[in-house]
């Protein structure tokens, strides 16, 4: 199942799967998501991931936009209005 490690606006972290097209988890802290990525990963390959996390901040946009192709633009408004404060 692949996922991937999105930074939110307000500075937290959100797991984006894309078998669902949406976050499945978020607001989580730096270390949540480190720790989170290396249960699932190991050690160095999840931390790793929350590092590409940092490096693109694209990867919010990315994911709204494929859950409005998915969902709609309800779902969208909804998450990000979850995620954003």
């Given at each position: 199942?692949?996922?991937?490690?999105?930074?939110?606006?307000?500075?937290?972290?959100?797991?984006?799967?894309?078998?669902?097209?949406?976050?499945?988890?978020?607001?989580?802290?730096?270390?949540?998501?480190?720790?989170?990525?290396?249960?699932?990963?190991?050690?160095?390959?999840?931390?790793?991931?929350?590092?590409?996390?940092?490096?693109?901040?694209?990867?919010?946009?990315?994911?709204?936009?494929?859950?409005?192709?998915?969902?709609?633009?309800?779902?969208r408004l909804k998450m990000e209005a979850l995620l954003v404060?």
């Amino acid at each position: 199942m692949a996922w991937r490690i999105v930074k939110q606006p307000n500075g937290k972290y959100a797991r984006f799967a894309d078998p669902v097209d949406n976050f499945t988890n978020y607001d989580l802290s730096r270390e949540e998501a480190v720790k989170y990525c290396q249960h699932e990963m190991g050690f160095e390959q999840g931390a790793k991931k929350v590092d590409r996390a940092d490096e693109d901040p694209g990867r919010w946009k990315e994911s709204l936009e494929t859950i409005e192709l998915i969902h709609g633009k309800e779902e969208r408004l909804k998450m990000e209005a979850l995620l954003v404060w």
